[in-house]
T-cell receptor, first 112, second 112 residues
């Protein structure tokens, strides 16, 4: 069983569309993250949740909205997609602060 | 917010030799955690090593070891007996209170 799974793995869409990326972890972890990795491989934190509560909301455009229906899921909704949103988005989870983060395989989003 | 700096965008090492990757960070916290992650071309993020800031002893994991200098806010990774499979992007990360930040990464090439 995959510990942290993201769907889809690849997403190609047109500018202006709205899309969602789903993330599920079966590790029983309390903390979940979303990161954006740009073309230069820089990993930027977007959001951090602990027990469904938003902990970190970095300087992300409000077109990006995380939704955590339960502790095992943290989905990312993106409205009005722009060319600059093209990147690889990683979901991750950890049991609690200070522990290893387990990453999903990433979702490569391409906006055309 | 805390920052993590990796000053070496690229490094190269001969197979079986030793290489050291540098990382510095800026923080006002006294209790935090440091990590090195590896990202091979498959883009999967893999934990290499973890260090608790309150521990003076440097962490080691087989061929991987760190030199943690808390006062200098430095956290370098030494890879001994480099193998072809070590070729990857290496990211230094800092975590406190469910907020995990990454450096820009160092691309390591291993020459046969």
């Amino acid at each position: 069983d995959t510990a942290v799974s993201q769907t889809p793995k690849y997403l190609v869409t047109q500018m202006g569309n709205d899309k969602s990326i789903k993330c599920e972890q079966n590790l029983g972890h309390d903390t979940m993250y979303w990161y954006k990795q740009d073309s230069k491989k820089f990993l930027k934190i977007m959001f951090s949740y602990n027990n469904k509560e938003l902990i970190i909301n970095e300087t992300v455009p409000n077109r990006f909205s995380p939704k955590s229906p339960d502790k095992a899921h943290l989905n990312l909704h993106i409205n009005s997609l722009e060319l600059g949103d093209s990147a690889v988005y990683f979901c991750a989870s950890s049991p609690y602060g200070g522990t290893e983060a387990f990453f999903g395989q990433g979702t490569r989003l391409t906006v055309v | 917010a805390q920052t993590v700096t990796q000053s070496q965008p690229e490094m190269s090492v001969q197979e079986a030799e030793t290489v050291t990757l540098s990382c510095t960070y800026d923080t006002s916290e006294s209790d935090y955690y440091l990590f090195w992650y590896k990202q091979p071309p498959s883009r999967q993020m893999i934990l290499v090593i973890r260090q608790e800031a309150y521990k003076q002893q440097n962490a080691t994991e087989n061929r991987f070891s760190v030199n943690f200098q808390k006062a200098a806010k430095s956290f370098s990774l030494k890879i001994s007996d480099s193998q072809l499979g070590d070729a990857a992007m290496y990211f230094c990360a800092y975590e406190v209170d469910n907020d995990m930040r990454f450096g820009a990464g160092t691309r390591l090439t291993v020459k046969p």
